[in-house]
């Protein structure tokens, strides 16, 4: 594979069995085989303890679980991965890629956008599912990459897609407050003369004589 647009132990990653049971650590708590080495490129996932004493110094990142699928939360991989065209999710308050495509039944009318290897259907206007997918999009038509440009371009662009909403939302709260505070402070206007006459006293009648 062309390393000039894929690193050389991505494929590695998207092949690797995580969530095993470590071998030397099976009887810690934290023994779930859920990390991937970039620098070894050995094709084991290890745990946590495997870790601290094997990879203490390497370029590891962590992969998570989402239905049973396996994902990587972008503040790690974006630092060593392009994933530009790849569908973003927010999963338990952080933003996630899948690494390898999820079986769709069938792909419902009426879809906006849909993975260009698998059909899967997208929420927004991305070419790729997961990883795995713009992998064989790249090995197809060579019009995309893996590498990356530099971290604060990636991280700029990833803000510039995902400031948008933020933006218009900010703007409503502005639009909002200024309102709440024109309420607050608008100026109280006189209030008009009464023309009503104040009432006299109620008459009382003489007694009747006896």
């Known amino acids: 594979m062309d390393t000039l647009l894929v690193p050389p ?11 095993t049971v470590c071998r030397t650590h099976g009887d810690a708590a934290r023994s779930e085989c859920n990390m991937f080495c970039l620098d070894c490129n050995g094709g084991d996932a290890f745990c946590f303890y495997c870790r601290s004493s094997k990879h203490k110094d390497h370029q590891v990142i962590q992969i998570r679980r989402s239905s ?3 994902v990587v939360r972008i503040g790690e991989i974006q630092k060593m991965l392009d994933i530009s065209g790849v569908q973003t999710y927010v999963i338990n308050s952080a933003r996630v890629v899948f690494l390898n495509e999820r079986p769709q039944p069938r792909t419902g009318k009426g879809v906006a956008h849909i993975c260009e290897i698998c059909g899967r259907s997208l ?18 038509n060579r019009d995309a990459s893996f590498i990356t440009l530099g971290v604060e371009q990636n991280e700029s662009s990833m803000e510039r897609r995902e400031g948008i909403s933020r933006l218009v939302s900010s703007r409503e709260e502005e ?4 309102a709440s505070q024109q309420d607050i402070y608008a100026p109280t206007s006189p209030r008009p003369p009464s023309s009503a006459r104040r009432r006299k006293g109620i008459p009382h009648r003489a007694p009747f004589g006896s």
């Open 68 to 70: 049973y699928h396996d």
């Open 123 to 140: 929420l927004d206007p991305f070419r790729f599912c997961s990883l795995g997918c713009k992998l064989v999009g790249i090995k197809r």
């Open 9 to 19: 132990w991505l494929e590695t990653l998207l092949t690797t069995a995580f969530f």
């Open 175 to 178: 639009q909002l407050r200024e």
